[in-house]
């Protein structure tokens, strides 16, 4: 009896496996990375309903045979180690979670300027419900590949169609808007996913260079290599046996530097990363150089003011794939059970040092305010939130908590440092 999976509903539900826009195109940006690129160009381009999104690279492009396998779901092919992909999904799944059309043009040769083109779209496999290329259709931006393949092999992916990215019913403003703040969202995703490439840090592998709307994209390295004050902690390094498969990890703890040891306030603020100081804090687990996931403990230990400047970093080959569970959107992990009673205590002991650090700031009664302000020599040797939050218990314990707020609100016209000292 055959049970062949429908075609158009399968397609459908593959659309929510897990990406979001930046996701999506880091996913396609670790393609270009495999295939050896060293510049990506991604443009967002408004144009109303006909909107769109390249992303060109200058790898070793595709035939034409290359590029039919390519947009198969399940591409077929072999895998090196240290590759990126996996699953051979990434293409389609990543396109169409974004978009319902997508055209990919690469040159292989470097001699002839031979293009091959190719298109999948959504609403044919609805329609048919089959998983079928259509023709490349002549109204597409994918003919804009043409300036980037013209002297030398790549790939330019294009999504239109975009219903995901602009949904239906928005201004022309407001569709220009969204499109500039997911690129300005894009820029510091891929910067912290693939810092290591843009350093050209990675193994194996030369720098890379990525442009977002024409803007470079600069690494956000979590931490903060050129801080002369960061505490490095001895790196470990563990062997795990999975199977039939052998694989390493390993575990590189670092304190970074308090804020009045940082090299100055901007840089104080970059470090604090897109999601800021505390969910910044945690583990980075790299995955063959790629980072698959960004602060938090995994469930070893709870975020914590006092622990905000411990990062650590994890690095695991592909060949752990399977015991780390990555998902397909390769935007999560989980931390294997044969790993965790190995790092603990060193997470513990970071935890420590990191506290440490913490404190030496609050000593310096800086852990507040900018550096270079004048401090005064109460606040300067008691943390000023701890006195805020004993006067709000003493006042809730007293039940005078409406006169509190008398004199929150005095103090919020008169004196609104206090009240912003005092964490209120
Ligand atoms: N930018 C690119 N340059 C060259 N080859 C590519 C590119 N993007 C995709 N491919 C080819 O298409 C295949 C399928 O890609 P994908 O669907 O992302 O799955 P995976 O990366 O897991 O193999 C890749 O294995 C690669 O051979
Ligand atoms: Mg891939």
């Given at each position: 009896?055959?049970?062949?999976?429908?075609?158009?509903?399968?397609?459908?539900?593959?659309?929510?496996?897990?990406?979001?826009?930046?996701?999506?195109?880091?996913?396609?940006?670790?393609?270009?990375?495999?295939?050896?690129?060293?510049?990506?160009?991604?443009?967002?381009?408004?144009?109303?309903?006909?909107?769109?999104?390249?992303?060109?690279?200058?790898?070793?492009?595709?035939?034409d045979d290359d590029l039919?396998?390519?947009?198969?779901?399940?591409?077929?092919?072999?895998?090196?180690?240290?590759?990126?992909?996996?699953?051979?999904?990434?293409?389609?799944?990543?396109?169409?979670?974004?978009?319902?059309?997508?055209?990919?043009?690469?040159?292989?040769?470097?001699?002839?300027?031979?293009?091959?083109?190719?298109?999948?779209?959504?609403?044919?496999?609805?329609?048919?419900?089959?998983?079928?290329?259509?023709?490349?259709?002549?109204?597409?931006?994918?003919?804009?590949?043409?300036?980037?393949?013209?002297?030398?092999?790549?790939?330019?992916?294009?999504?239109?169609?975009?219903?995901?990215?602009?949904?239906?019913?928005?201004?022309?403003?407001?569709?220009r808007r969204r499109i500039?703040?997911?690129?300005?969202r894009l820029s510091d995703?891929?910067?912290?996913?693939?810092?290591?490439?843009?350093?050209?840090?990675?193994?194996?592998?030369?720098?890379?260079?990525?442009?977002?709307?024409?803007?470079?994209?600069?690494?956000?390295?979590?931490?903060?290599?050129?801080?002369?004050?960061?505490?490095?902690?001895?790196?470990?390094?563990?062997?795990?046996?999975?199977?039939?498969?052998?694989?390493?990890?390993?575990?590189?703890?670092?304190?970074?530097?308090?804020?009045?040891?940082?090299?100055?306030?901007?840089?104080?603020?970059?470090?604090?990363?897109?999601?800021?100081?505390?969910?910044?804090?945690?583990?980075?687990?790299?995955?063959?150089?790629?980072?698959?996931?960004?602060?938090?403990?995994?469930?070893?230990?709870?975020?914590?003011?006092?622990?905000?400047?411990?990062?650590?970093?994890?690095?695991?080959?592909?060949?752990?794939?399977?015991?780390?569970?990555?998902?397909?959107?390769?935007?999560?992990?989980?931390?294997?059970?044969?790993?965790?009673?190995?790092?603990?205590?060193?997470?513990?002991?970071?935890?420590?040092?990191?506290?440490?650090?913490?404190?030496?700031?609050?000593?310096?009664?800086?852990?507040?305010?900018?550096?270079?302000?004048?401090?005064?020599?109460?606040?300067?040797?008691?943390?000023?939130?701890?006195?805020?939050?004993?006067?709000?218990?003493?006042?809730?314990?007293?039940?005078?908590?409406?006169?509190?707020?008398?004199?929150?609100?005095?103090?919020?016209?008169?004196?609104?440092?206090?009240?912003?000292?005092?964490?209120?």
């Amino acid at each position: 009896m055959d049970v062949t999976p429908s075609a158009s509903r399968l397609t459908n539900s593959l659309r929510d496996i897990g990406y979001d826009f930046a996701s999506a195109v880091a996913d396609l940006v670790d393609n270009s990375i495999s295939a050896g690129s060293r510049q990506i160009d991604i443009e967002l381009v408004y144009e109303g309903e006909s909107s769109y999104i390249l992303i060109a690279d200058d790898g070793w492009g595709m035939g034409d045979d290359d590029l039919t396998e390519a947009l198969r779901f399940g591409s077929r092919r072999d895998y090196l180690n240290d590759e990126l992909g996996r699953y051979g999904l990434g293409l389609k799944t990543a396109s169409l979670s974004q978009c319902r059309r997508v055209t990919v043009m690469s040159r292989r040769t470097p001699i002839q300027r031979r293009i091959s083109a190719r298109t999948l779209d959504l609403d044919h496999i609805m329609d048919t419900d089959r998983w079928e290329l259509v023709e490349v259709p002549e109204d597409t931006w994918a003919f804009r590949a043409l300036e980037w393949l013209d002297s030398s092999p790549g790939t330019v992916v294009c999504w239109e169609k975009l219903d995901r990215v602009l949904p239906k019913g928005r201004s022309v403003g407001g569709g220009r808007r969204r499109i500039e703040s997911l690129s300005n969202r894009l820029s510091d995703h891929l910067g912290m996913i693939f810092h290591r490439f843009l350093e050209g840090s990675a193994l194996d592998c030369h720098r890379l260079a990525i442009t977002v709307n024409g803007q470079k994209v600069r690494p956000w390295n979590p931490f903060a290599p050129k801080e002369e004050a960061r505490i490095e902690l001895p790196r470990r390094q563990f062997e795990i046996v999975a199977g039939d498969e052998v694989g390493f990890v390993s575990f590189t703890p670092i304190v970074l530097p308090a804020r009045n040891l940082f090299s100055g306030i901007n840089e104080f603020e970059r470090m604090s990363g897109p999601a800021k100081w505390n969910r910044q804090q945690g583990i980075y687990v790299y995955r063959a150089d790629r980072l698959v996931q960004s602060g938090g403990w995994c469930g070893l230990r709870a975020i914590d003011e006092h622990t905000k400047l411990a990062r650590a970093a994890i690095d695991f080959m592909p060949e752990l794939d399977e015991l780390f569970r990555i998902n397909v959107a390769k935007m999560r992990v989980s931390l294997p059970v044969e790993v965790r009673p190995l790092i603990e205590p060193h997470v513990t002991d970071l935890c420590h040092r990191a506290q440490e650090m913490y404190r030496r700031d609050l000593r310096e009664g800086v852990n507040q305010e900018p550096l270079g302000t004048v401090r005064d020599e109460v606040t300067s040797s008691i943390d000023a939130q701890e006195i805020g939050a004993a006067i709000l218990s003493a006042s809730l314990a007293t039940k005078t908590t409406a006169q509190l707020q008398s004199i929150v609100d005095h103090l919020r016209r008169t004196n609104p440092n206090v009240v912003k000292r005092l964490g209120w």
